[in-house]
């Protein structure tokens, strides 16, 4: 019997799959039996793609209807492997697909729409807004800088306008030992630091011989302080951290009269060449004290200013006096320009709101536009003159005042002078429990500077605030100062500068609480307080900081200063 020809392939050929276990075989066997029975014509494989399947488990083959019509297997052998298949891809799919693919407008058609009718105007439209907006914005700006306040033009300052200065007269007494000296204060530089203190009046240091002119020599250091090398290694150390360095030049701080006073010239041309020979060190200022006593002091102080000045502007002259008169102090300003005066002026107040106004005031009103200072002597500490319940009222009054604060060592603490048992004649300063060795348990902790850095509201953190405070601000730098009118046992005042923040200062300087009614009649056009102001800080314990206050119903604790802030409002 004749055998029937074999059917063509539809598409799908079936490739014999090599066994599992054998791996001899490379690749897909062909078909068996004649050869051409699993041999598709050449015009089918025209339309067929080659696809190759991976290996799957039986189980693990996709369940897909549409790839199982077009997927066949053939079982060779009794054994089922993937293999090579060929799927047909119909070419009405592959030109539909060509057909829907977006090509975009030629360069031709582009430039045809751009210069259509309706797409000129539109352009030319909004090229008009664009230069209509910018030219709006810019006369808007034109008419803000035009109607916006002018700021005032900032005063010259120096480095003694910007803060504090802290006067160290006894190396020894500062350092708490029988053996301070110049490399010794290196040490505390530190804690000048913390005291944001722009510079230090240091001395008198030099060689003297005490009510002998021959034998004092201001060129030379006391050889118990230290060495020239000492001196100069605290210059460089002190410049590092932006704290200048103003020397006592007082000549015979030892003896009795202080500028010898039978040989007035001898020591005048001592000055001169000392104060040429500290300036080539790198000193940034001298302070001489008791000029009371020097025979024509404002012709000595011009002299000795002309020689400072000529190593540069930077350079301060600080004058000392006991006076406490006022006409005596401004005759030594009026003719000393940036000369600074430390004098005997406040301690003789009656430490009443009123008496206090009527001095500073006064003093004010007399230098003028002379940049002035605050102490309350030339040498002395603050609780020399001071009950102890107003030093708080005392550090903000001198630190919010037009001028520059000076204070002696140990102020910042409430330092009493020296006792006795005390080892040295100048007090000792209290760093710690163990400042006076030679009397145990003598010394509370509460005074000492360890056991007041450790607490938020003693002397010294107010004033650590208070000179960081005066630092940063405009208005406490270099404002203006206005009185307001109080109750006689308050004292009040604002400070302001142009468009910067405003500070208000209230002082009760009596034994009972006070309302502060706070009259501005006084005040200047376009200056008023607002209806509530910020409290800054107060020197009473018991008042929280941070609060905004309403100013009509203000009332002052004993012995309470208050510092409050309220913004500029044009």
Known sequence: MDSMPPEPSTG?????????????????????????????????????????????????????????????????GGAEKNGLVKIKVAEDDAEAAAAAKFTGLSKEELLKVAGSPGWVRTRLALLLLFWLGWLGMLAGAVVIIVQAPRCRELPVQQWWHMGALYRIGDLQAFQASDSGNLAGLKGH????????????????????????????????????????????????????????VILDLTPNYKGENSWFSTQVDSVATKMKDALAFWLKAGV???????????????????????VTKSFGEDRLLIAGTDSSDLQQISSLLESNKDLLLTSSYLSKSSFTGEHIKVLVTQYLGAIDSHWCSWSLSQAGLMTSFLPTQLLHLYHLLFFTLPGTPIFSYGDEIGLQDARPGQPMEAPVMLWDES??????????????????????????????????QRSKERSLL???????STEPELFSYIRYWDQNERFL????????????????????????????????????????EAASIELEHLNLEPHEGLLLHFPYVA
């Open 12 to 76: 799908v050929v079936s490739v014999p799959r090599q066994p599992p276990g054998d791996h001899s075989e490379p690749g897909v066997q062909g078909l068996s039996a004649g050869g051409d029975s699993g041999t598709m014509s050449q015009d089918t494989e025209v339309d067929m793609k080659e696809v190759e399947l991976n290996e799957l488990e039986p189980e693990k083959q996709p369940m897909n209807a549409a790839s199982g019509a077009a997927t066949a297997m053939a079982v060779v």
């Open 284 to 306: 940034d200022g001298f302070q001489v004290r008791d000029v009371e006593n020097l025979t024509n002091a404002s012709s000595f102080l011009s002299e000795w200013q002309n």
């Open 505 to 544: 200062v209230v002082l009760n300087f009596g034994n009972m609480s006070h309302p502060a009614r706070l009259g501005t009649s006084d005040l200047p056009p376009g200056t008023s307080l607002p209806a509530r102001a910020n409290l800054l800080l107060s020197t009473w314990r018991g008042r929280e």
């Open 478 to 484: 270099h404002g203006e100062f206005y009185l307001l």
């Open 435 to 468: 400042s006076l060795p030679n009397i145990p348990g003598s010394v509370n902790v509460n005074s000492t500077v360890k056991g007041q850095s450790e607490d938020p509201g003693s002397l010294l953190s107010l004033f650590r605030r208070l000179s960081d």
């Open 189 to 244: 530089l530190d804690y000048l630091s913390t005291l944001k203190v722009r510079g230090f009046v240091l001395g008198p240091i030099h060689k003297n011989q005490k009510d002998d002119v021959a034998g004092t020599d201001l060129q030379q250091i006391d050889p118990s302080l230290g060495s020239k090398e000492d001196f100069d290694s605290l210059l460089q150390s002190s410049k590092k951290k932006s704290i200048r």
